[in-house]
């Protein structure tokens, strides 16, 4: 059976427990149980390899112990255990190793849904089949995984949209993380960011085993809520990270501003911080004075300013309206030209974000150290033959082919105004008062003709659409009294 028929086969079990209801539930579901799956495979590869190491998960709640046994433990008697032994137990661990954290910052928050203890055997069952100590396994289930991820509508709740692969790749594939440089993503979502950093490096940077150690030693992340957390550790778990306590359940604005110190300063930061959402009661109070506000983009972006190194990098989704936007937004931008060059925005058209959201985003790459002097902007258009990008047609890597070729490289270098691209100075931009809202100026506008001539033409048209009306209820008239 392959991964993807197996997947599907979990769901269409769920789909029969009256305890689960809706996609967030069902993905909830199968991840905590993924989770103990993989974390126990792992745990065992670890005892073979390590001497003295010893699973966080006490044996009797350990995957291998209660789950591995296809005829074992089921029914009202798995439940109980489940819910009044398992669950209990790993909300209170003890966070002695910074892998025990991870357990119980996972199930934290998290809930058993299911209320059928036949129905969660054949579940169990199910995920026992996998072996994620097989790499060639585990990378197939990974590439699931993160399809699952893509069809969870419930992703686009509350202003919090999942960022299409193609976007994350060619972020990461722009900015070049290298082993070793600290990457932090501060609203890491299921993990999007990381994994394309990971895959990037390891295809291109990572040549031996001190290489990927200081990989992953040099991974940092913080999500705010339950289920995108415990996706998040599982996604990094099944991309072959042994320690994913990195990846904090925690709110990064509600600490202040001014308590991140320079030790905590960071190489790169990439990431898709929520957008349209209003963060709580007295978080903006976190700030200083002149960056204060409820609009949660606008405090990440002060906040990734404050965190990157001197010659740091930063790629970040904003939408539109931070772009436009005056008042705290006019001082952040200013801020941000100020301490950091701002080389490069790409303009994406309104449908990359469907069916989450339809609203115009752009991506900002900045590195800090220098003021900005100019900034080039490239707009992005959907391809030809296709009005707009949707669930069945998505934006796609090589849609993006075309910037990266323009891009310069590295060091940006030998770029020319196209009819995608242009070129914008820093006085420029101070002189419209901040206002990076910036069109195309090679886009010609559409010449719709005279607005006389076409009042004028829709009304000899709609005389014509009367006059045919009349012919054939006259018609119609005549043949009914025949």
């Known amino acids: 059976m392959s991964v993807r ?12 427990d009256v305890g689960v209801d809706g996609d967030a539930q069902r993905i909830s579901q199968l991840c905590w149980m993924l989770f103990l799956k993989i974390i126990d495979d792992q745990d065992q590869e670890l005892e073979l390899l390590k001497d003295g190491y010893r699973s966080p998960i006490p044996a009797r709640l350990q995957w291998r112990a209660w789950a591995a046994d296809p005829e074992g433990i089921t029914g009202e008697a798995l439940l109980d255990f489940v819910n009044d032994d398992l669950f209990p137990m790993l909300k209170g661990l003890a966070p002695r190793t910074p892998r025990a954290r991870t357990v119980r910052d996972v199930f934290e928050d998290a809930y058993n849904y299911m209320k059928s203890g036949q129905l969660m055997r054949q579940v169990v069952n199910k995920i026992d089949g996998i072996d994620f100590n097989n790499l060639t396994e585990r990378q197939h289930f990974g590439d699931i995984y993160e399809q699952i991820l893509n069809d969870l509508q419930s992703a686009g709740n509350a202003g919090e949209f999942y960022t299409p692969r193609a976007v994350t790749a060619f972020m990461v594939r722009m900015t070049d993380p290298q082993p070793g440089e600290t990457l932090f993503d501060p609203a890491c979502g299921t993990g999007g960011f990381l994994t394309c950093a990971i895959r990037h490096m390891r295809e291109h940077s990572v040549k031996r085993p001190e290489d990927e150690a ?7 992340a913080v999500e705010k ?3 995108p957390h415990m996706l998040a550790v599982t996604n990094m778990l099944l991309h072959g990270i042994e320690d994913p306590s990195f990846l904090r359940h925690d709110n990064t604005l509600a600490r202040p501003y001014i308590s991140w110190g320079k030790d905590e300063r960071v190489d790169i930061v990439l990431t898709n911080p929520p957008f349209g959402g209003r963060e709580e009661d007295g978080i903006e109070s976190n700030f200083p004075q002149h960056f204060r506000t409820r609009e949660t983009a606008d405090l990440f972006l002060a906040l990734i300013i404050r965190l990157l190194k001197p010659g740091g990098r930063a790629a970040v989704v904003l939408p539109d309206g931070s772009l436009f936007g005056e008042g705290v937004k006019t001082r952040l931008k200013e801020h941000l030209m100020a301490e950091c060059n701002l080389h490069t925005i790409v303009r994406l058209p309104n449908s990359v974000f469907r069916p989450y959201a339809s609203i115009g985003t752009n991506l900002l790459f900045f590195e800090k150290g220098a ?3 100019d900034i080039w902007f490239w707009e992005h258009q959907v391809p030809e033959g296709q009005k707009a990008y949707s669930m069945t047609r998505p934006i796609r890597l090589d849609h993006l ?5 323009w891009w310069g490289g590295p060091r940006r270098e030998g770029r020319q105004e196209t009819e995608r691209a ?4 820093a ?4 002189a419209r008062g901040y206002n990076l809202d910036i069109k195309n100026p090679h886009t010609v506008a559409e010449d719709h003709g005279d607005p006389e001539t076409l009042l004028k033409e829709l009304t000899s048209a709609e005389a014509e659409v009367a006059m045919i009306r009349d012919e054939l209820k006259a018609i119609l008239s005549e043949a009914l009294l025949r």
Do not use: F, G, N
């Open 5 to 16: 028929t197996l997947v599907k086969s979990i769901q269409d079990i769920m789909w029969k």
């Open 214 to 220: 200081r990989m992953q030693s040099s991974l940092r």
């Open 225 to 227: 809520k339950q289920l």
């Open 371 to 373: 003021p900005t002097r």
């Open 401 to 405: 082919a075309d910037c990266a070729a």
């Open 422 to 425: 242009w070129k914008v100075t």
């Open 427 to 430: 006085s420029e931009v101070k």
